[in-house]
């Protein structure tokens, strides 16, 4: 901070520098008014002028220097007259334009320019504390505005956060709802499925002299397995079915498949199995995974009309990535099992509903609607997920399975369970069948006879827990029936009465898989085969 001195005549200067001095004040003599005027600025708390220099200053410039402060700034100027004398006009004018000045005249008297001094000095502070208080709120502005930005930037990001939030909620509804009605319609079928299959067998076992009856059993037969891998894709949709788990391969099982994928595509079609590195086991339910692979195939070829390439990869993903944001709710180790076509794509509408049940583009009797659905309930049954990519090239199908703690794939598949079965371990069974629909509990009981078992009927839970239960051998029992408790839950009392009898369910649509939990029941899926059952009571047997 300095104090400018204009004093061109005489002493005047060095008098008043010398005064500056003695009060720790930095004067800043100046020899011209183009130095004095440019000594006007925000560092000069003070200006000094005689008149002789005033008349030598353009009123003008000294003005236009002033103007060039601050808002909060108003420099404080003595001016130096003689007071035995009329003030030159040219003084006069230059005081009149200049504003803050205070008139000290000559001779100096020690006291008045002490006054002076101190008067301009608490001034001229007075203005810093308004320039500091200035410069706080411009900070505090500044601050504010940035924290104003940096909330809108945070809300804008919670909006759209919760806005994705609530549509996914939307979305996990409304297919919760789809999901609920399509396990129902899927129940009900199934049980009439199960008449369909037994009433099948028993003609094709009565007619073994009757060759003619081959012909539309088998027909019959046919159409029921395809009713029942109708009705097994709607159960996977909606996630109300019991997985039986096995540690798996995919690498191994895939290339095993490859054959069957193969003949699935046609001539016209290539398949390629990529595997960039040795993939973890993951804990699935086989013949799903199956089902899953096979539909993915079926979809690539129905979109390659001319023909193209179709390309099965596997990779070991660790979740979270920034490079997956559809899986961003997954975390830990995962297996990814993703199908690329060389298709047209699809639209951006088309693949929001893609995995939708019944939803197709396919002409009319060209497809079911299911195929991605059951890719996707089987994916989250699994605590995985299923998602697409899809450009104008072509289409990428994603399936995303957990990884298993175990090191080695061991558990059996159900075709080695069927092929130990051991028909003659079922002679004399006594069996309690336990099944409230009545033609159902016709042909299980006709189809538990051709296999040498004896059958007890009882109609619903409640019924069966009064049975003498002491005196059977195997409990076979639906699991979704009328009374006081279902399946699962007498089963749970049985066991907890009879540990060591062995107990067997069966449904078309449980509703609550995971209340089978640990349970130590065998599980068989309706509609099911006289073999299928019978290789059920034989492992139910050897538990």
């Known amino acids: 901070m300095h104090v400018a001195i204009f004093a061109p005549v005489g002493r005047d200067a060095d008098i008043l520098a010398t005064l500056l001095k003695l009060l720790h004040l930095q004067p800043l003599i100046c020899t011209t008014c183009a130095d004095f005027t440019a000594a006007l600025n925000e560092e000069a708390w003070l200006a000094i002028a005689t008149e002789e220099g005033l008349t030598r200053c353009s009123a003008d410039k000294l003005v236009q220097q002033l103007q060039r402060q601050p808002l909060w700034s108003n420099l404080p100027i003595l001016a130096l007259a003689d007071g035995n004398a009329l003030l030159p006009g040219g003084a006069v004018t230059v005081i009149e334009r200049l504003g803050n000045v205070t008139l000290i005249t000559r001779p100096l008297r020690r006291e008045a320019l002490m006054l002076a001094l101190v008067s301009a000095h608490s001034n001229r502070q007075l203005q810093y504390q308004v320039r500091d208080q200035l410069a706080q709120l411009s900070a505090h502005a500044a601050e504010l505005e940035q924290r104003v930005d940096e909330r809108t930037v945070e ?73 029942a891998r109708l009705t097994q894709q709607l159960l996977s949709f909606s996630r109300r079915q019991p997985m039986q788990l096995s540690d798996v391969r995919l690498d191994e099982h895939l290339l095993s498949m490859a054959d ?156 080695s369970d069927e092929a130990r079965v051991a028909p003659e371990a079922l002679a004399g069974l006594k069996v309690l069948c336990v099944e409230d629909d009545i033609f159902v509990a016709e042909y299980a009981t006709e189809m538990l006879a051709s296999l040498g ?25 639906d699991v979704r029936m009328p ?48 073999s299928v059952l019978a290789a059920t009571l034989s492992a139910g047997l050897a538990r």
């Open 155 to 227: 809300l804008a990001r919670e909006i759209r956060e919760r806005r994705q939030v609530e549509t996914s909620l939307l979305e996990a509804r409304r297919l919760e709802s789809l999901g609920r009605l399509t396990g129902g319609v899927a129940h009900d079928f199934n049980n009439l499925l199960q008449v369909i299959v037994g009433a099948s067998h028993l003609v094709r076992m009565l007619g073994k002299d009757m060759p003619a009856l081959n012909k539309p059993v088998d027909s019959i037969l046919r159409a029921a397995d395809q009713g």
């Open 260 to 415: 069957l994928l193969r003949h699935s595509l046609g001539r016209d079609m290539t398949l390629k199995v990529e595997v960039a590195q040795t993939p973890w086991l993951v804990q699935t339910d086989l013949a799903q995974l199956e089902i899953a692979i096979l539909n993915l195939v079926v979809n690539a070829r129905d979109a390659m009309v001319a023909g193209g390439a179709v390309t099965l990869s596997i990779a070991n993903l660790e979740l979270p990535d920034n490079d997956f944001p559809e899986l961003e709710a997954l975390k830990g180790r995962f297996v990814q099992i993703a199908l690329r076509d060389t298709g047209h794509g699809m639209s951006p509408a088309v693949a929001r509903q893609a995995f939708e049940p019944f939803y197709t583009t396919k002409p009319l009797g060209k497809g079911t609607g299911l195929g991605l659905s059951q890719v996707y309930g089987y994916a989250h049954q699994s605590r995985g997920a299923a998602y697409l990519r899809s450009s104008p090239e072509g289409t990428t199908v994603c399936i995303v399975l957990p990884a298993s703690a175990a090191t080695d794939a061991t558990g059996p598949t159900a075709a």
């Open 453 to 477: 078992c004896r059958v007890c009927i009882a109609h619903d839970a409640d019924q069966a827990m009064l049975s003498p239960l002491d005196q059977i051998d195997l409990v076979f029992s």
């Open 483 to 530: 009374g006081s408790i279902d399946g699962v839950e007498m089963a749970k009392q049985i066991l907890a009465r009879h540990p060591a009898l062995p107990v067997i369910l069966t449904s078309g649509f449980i509703g609550e898989p995971e209340r089978l939990g640990n349970l130590p029941v065998q599980f068989v899926r309706k509609p099911y085969t006289p």
